[in-house]
């Protein structure tokens, strides 16, 4: 009895030390004096220019939001230059991740959802690949496809670089925030829509992403759950039933998809905690392994800005042992 609380209680405390560890860790890098700087390393998707966009008159911008504690939470909006910016490990594990920032379709948020989470990921060997895509209300042609052009570019991009960047092509796995979430589901249940001509012989390479993670994604465009800011610029162009349907990931699941990862909060009051739900049951009614995580608190958009002692902080750790089992 006595080896058998020690063994837990040793079991205890290195979970424990594992947590506490990670927090450190994710309060030196949210530290603007120590925050490494951004990385240099990127690659543009079209080498002649986004598709369809003769009659975009937008201009790129990265605007600071403000932060409470002072931390840096840039966005950039109006992307007309969609490219990967690229954050490579010390010593790669052969898997590459490309993270999908939120934004309400409206914007890019850099430093929560993208640089933070690829320096976390980087740090335990992953390559990641932080995508800036196009936004639907911007005046593409594409419309509500312009970012699911630029996902399907994206990780053919990866898969063609991925021997020089020491990453084995089949271990690429996708995980999308808020608005970004819809789009890596858009590219998990749809990844093989041509969306556009191609364009060179990097476009005859596979768009099924090896693993997915939904983190507190919109979903659905049924006005009933839809996150109202994301469905208004993804049907900009076009909003009938038919279009509805296409865009709504939950109704475009079928067999054989990629295992998917969800993380919500219940309190989420952005995206309500039903687009997870409507999901995760998508999923396992068609089979597809999924792992879903829904925690009573958290709200939206808190990315690796943990709530200090709430359980939330623990989802990381939750996403890397649900890709470890599935060969990631």
Request: charged fraction near 25%; aromatic fraction near 8%.
């Amino acid at each position: 009895m006595m080896n058998r609380r020690g063994a837990l209680g040793a079991f205890v405390s290195g979970v424990l030390g594992s947590l506490a560890a990670d927090e450190a860790r994710a309060a030196k890098m949210d530290n603007p004096a120590i925050t490494p700087p951004d990385p240099t390393e990127t690659i543009l998707l079209w080498p002649n220019g986004a598709p369809g966009g003769e009659g975009v008159k937008v201009e790129e911008n990265i605007v600071e939001r403000g932060d409470p504690k002072g931390l840096k939470d840039r966005a950039q909006v109006h992307t007309r230059a969609p490219k990967l910016v690229v954050f490579r490990p010390k010593t790669p594990n052969g898997a590459a991740v490309m993270l999908i920032p939120g934004g309400g379709y409206e914007r890019v948020v850099l430093d929560k959802e993208g640089y933070e989470t690829a320096r976390w990921l980087a740090a335990r060997g992953y390559t990641c690949f932080v995508l800036f895509y196009r936004m639907p209300g911007d005046g593409w042609a594409a419309g509500g496809d312009a970012p699911l052009q630029d996902a399907q570019r994206a990780i053919r991009l990866i898969r063609a670089r991925a021997e020089g960047m020491k990453v084995s092509a089949d271990r690429v796995a996708i995980m999308g925030f808020s608005a970004g979430g819809h789009l890596a589901a858009n590219l998990t249940t749809r990844f093989d829509v041509e969306t556009y001509p191609a364009i060179d012989a990097v476009d005859g390479l596979p768009t099924k992403p090896s693993l997915s993670a939904l983190i507190y994604p919109v979903i659905t465009l049924d006005p009933a759950a839809a996150h109202a800011g994301s469905r208004k610029q993804l049907l900009s162009q076009r909003d009938t039933p038919e279009r509805v349907n296409e865009l709504s990931p939950e109704k475009q699941v079928r067999e054989g998809l990629s295992p998917v990862f969800q993380l919500h909060a219940a309190d989420d009051k952005s995206v309500p905690v039903e687009n997870s739900l409507r999901m995760f049951s998508a999923l396992k009614a068609k089979g597809v392994p999924t792992e879903m995580h829904i925690f009573e608190e958290g709200g939206h958009g808190f990315g690796l800005r943990f709530v200090a002692g709430k359980p939330v902080a623990a989802w990381p750790g939750l996403f890397e042992a649900f890709a470890k089992r599935h060969g990631l």
